[in-house]
């Protein structure tokens, strides 16, 4: 990214797309990386050592190159983020869904790509901190895109609809997945179990509950307990609320 003439006011515009940028120039001997290893090192990296552990020189250094030769395949840090977002969304797998598929098979596939999702983050605990910048759509995502928008065509939904359902449920998925991926990190780290997760958070309310600070806290708590769910269910059922909510299916 670029600011005009060095003015220090100046305003940052719309990341570049690497996908804007020719991959292999006209002249000389092909490259001898990819920009598909490059993401590749990069997401390895993050995955065993955490996001800030990406840098420039560290992912050149895994491929066997210098620093300076890393910047002839990725213009920037913002770049190679790009890739490495991209790089993961290729891990969908995405079933057929042929022209007049019934309603209730797309509502499971949708609730297929949420639950792949969520899986996708827990395999990468670092992605929903760099989904936070503005979005740029590569290959991977678009092909994401395009397959929850045919999901979506015999809806009566208009564009705008089409696409906030699919933000609401990408997002809700990432979401879940990295909290769950930070609490399996935080019980590797303590020794704690998930039942002494669960039970300390029961705990927490339980004892704001009874402060009498919270008294529609206290009214829920007093009601009778929820069936036991566990978190993968729970998923489950949020992510189709979200989904019959938006396409007004009547909740049970």
Known sequence: MATSGGDPDAKIGVPASIWDVPEYGGRGPRPRHSRAMIAAAAVSLADAEGIDAVTMRRVAAGL?????????????????????????SGEYRYADSPPGRPAADHRAAILDLARQGRDITRRHPWLPRVMQRPPVFGPGALRYVEHFLGLLSGSDLDTGAKMEILGMVNGFAISYGGVQAAQAEERARTGVTEEEQAAAQVTSLVSAAASGRYPQLAEALAGPPPPPRDADEIFDRCILRLIDGALGVPQA
């Open 64 to 88: 066997g190159m210098g620093t300076m030769s890393l910047y002839n395949y990725v213009p920037s840090k913002e770049h190679l983020v790009q890739l490495m977002i991209d790089q993961v």
